[in-house]
């Protein structure tokens, strides 16, 4: 039997999320978006957890969508696909929990959503990040959602659009990120994090996020539909299909010029 790909625990009132098919860079699939949704709602109903910890198993925090998911679907079935697969996106931003992403390795594409989706991030030395799906002929519009809060309009574009992948010390900088740590010290800065919160009044933290999302959301989760219909859009076309194609075969695509 397979591991499971999503594993979870919970001690001294902090619950942890750890992403586990290593092997696969810790890519997204329908079975892997389900049970982290699953289980980010299972911690928010958990009246012994008052924070949570998401982290990964292997050499990688998560690459984004597994790329053998796009092929042969029709634009409504990609519709519904991407809403299964970015689930994750309105759940953080519903739960009252706080949520606290540690990061380490390749963080892309929906692994840098999911970094930036969370309240609080920390990242070691050596991670990158990117919104890379433009250079399989698809776009991060999903990732893009989350950054908005954070970076302006001329930057994220430049970002969604070169697909260009940039370290944790940048990520900081922009604000995409709370914290870089060695990379040896990752899994204490995050317990350190939620140990100091969760000494917190649980109303206080409750009420603190409700209202902090309140600043910078406006329909933040009709905003993520709209990315994923266009998404959905750019998946069903030829392009998308080569250029997913050419990566899984190592050459460069038809649509490709130097």
């Given amino acids: 039997m397979s591991a499971q790909p999503i594993l979870t625990r919970k001690e001294n009132r902090i619950g942890f999320i750890t992403l586990n098919r290593p ?131 001329k930057k994220l574009i430049e970002m969604v659009l070169t697909g260009d992948m940039f370290g944790a010390a940048e990520a900081e900088k922009l604000g995409l990120i709370n914290q870089v740590v060695a990379d040896d010290q990752l899994d204490a800065a995050a317990l350190d994090l939620a140990k100091k919160l969760v000494k917190k009044s649980s109303v206080a933290l409750r009420i603190g996020k409700e209202g902090l999302n309140r600043l910078y959301e406006d329909a933040y989760d009709r905003k993520l539909d709209i990315m994923d219909d266009m998404f959905a859009a750019i998946c069903a076309g030829d392009e998308a299909e080569e250029g997913v194609k050419a990566f899984i075969e190592k050459r460069k695509p038809s649509w490709y010029q130097e």
């Fill in 23 to 153: 092997e696969q860079m810790n890519t997204f699939t329908p079975e892997f978006a389900e049970q982290l949704d699953a289980a980010l709602w299972a911690m928010e109903k958990d009246d012994e957890v008052k924070v949570v910890i998401i982290n990964a198993n292997g050499k990688h925090f998560c690459t984004g969508i597994q790329l053998d998911q796009f092929n042969n679907k029709t634009h409504t079935e990609y519709r519904k696909f991407l809403y299964g697969i970015d689930a994750f996106y309105h759940t953080i931003a519903k739960m009252t929990k706080t949520t606290i992403a540690a990061v380490h390795g390749y963080t892309l594409a929906n692994g840098a959503g999911l970094a930036f989706a969370a309240d609080l991030t920390i990242a070691t030395e050596s991670t990158t990040f990117g919104t890379t799906a433009i250079n399989v002929g698809l776009i991060c519009l999903g990732p893009a959602a989350p950054m908005s809060k954070v970076i302006g309009r």
